[in-house]
């Protein structure tokens, strides 16, 4: 069975431009989940689909961030415009159908930098 | 706010050493308590998952606890090896959330030394 895959593994773009990051979760997994790592923090929570719709996006941190999860399956994050404090690891994860008492697989992350 | 600390923040080892690593949280009503190794340039992947109901859980040489009340949690690594090392992260998901949002600590980077 396929974990949760990823794309681009690795992205490197200017400042103002537009990226578009997308996942694939483990087939018959409901919950998706975004997280991110930027140098020197901690992985920190963006936000969490349950099928297609946002159960919480409390992590995202401004408007320049869209995460998309049409139809329930593969979803995408797009960061527009890409700022230098964007540049970091984005970390796409899922787990099955009942949320909390489950365990949660990730990717193996987008690695993004700005320049 | 739920914080979660890693000490030490690295570690270093000779092969064979039974180790012991910590995680801390200041709240302790969580829902259970996660423990991730991640190898550089690579994902996270689960290593032992305890609900706030179980002291502890066991993967081959890797056994985990939980202390809700005092908020700590510990990863024992048995007879370690150089395959061992990696970062290890901890996280722990929150009661009263109707999310599976995951607060994570920063890691223990372990070296294992042949």
């Known amino acids: 069975e396929a974990g949760v895959t990823q794309f681009p593994s690795h992205s490197v773009i200017e400042k103002g431009q537009t990226v578009t990051l997308r996942c694939d979760p483990i087939?018959?997994?409901?919950?998706l989940y975004w997280y991110r790592r930027v140098m020197g923090k901690e992985i920190k929570f963006l936000l969490h689909?349950?099928?297609?719709?946002?159960?919480?996006e409390s992590g995202m941190p401004n408007n320049r961030f869209l995460a998309e999860r049409t139809g329930g399956t593969y979803s995408t994050l797009k960061v527009q415009p890409a700022e230098l404090e964007d540049s970091g690891v984005y970390f796409c994860?899922?787990?099955?159908?009942?949320?909390?008492?489950?365990?949660?697989?990730f990717g193996e992350g987008s690695w993004l930098t700005v320049v | 706010k739920q914080e979660v600390t890693q000490i030490p923040a690295a570690l270093s080892v000779p092969e064979g050493e039974n180790l012991v690593l910590n995680c801390s949280f200041t709240?302790?009503?969580?829902?259970?308590l996660q423990w991730f190794r991640q190898d550089p340039g690579k994902g996270l992947t689960s290593l032992l998952l305890?609900?706030?109901?179980?002291r502890e859980q066991t993967s081959g040489r890797l056994n985990a606890s939980l202390d809700k009340s005092s908020g700590r949690s510990t990863l024992y690594i048995a007879a370690s090896q150089p395959g061992d090392s990696a970062t290890y992260l901890c996280?722990?998901?929150?009661?009263?959330?109707?999310?599976?949002?995951?607060?994570f600590g920063q890691g223990t980077t372990l070296q294992v030394k042949p």
């Open positions: 994860a899922s787990s099955q159908r009942e949320t909390g008492g489950g365990t949660i697989y």
């Open positions: 087939s018959g997994h409901d919950n």
């Open positions: 689909f349950v099928k297609e719709s946002k159960q919480d």
């Open positions: 709240d302790s009503a969580i829902y259970n």
């Open positions: 305890i609900q706030s109901s179980q």
């Open positions: 996280a722990v998901r929150n009661l009263g959330s109707n999310t599976g949002k995951l607060i």
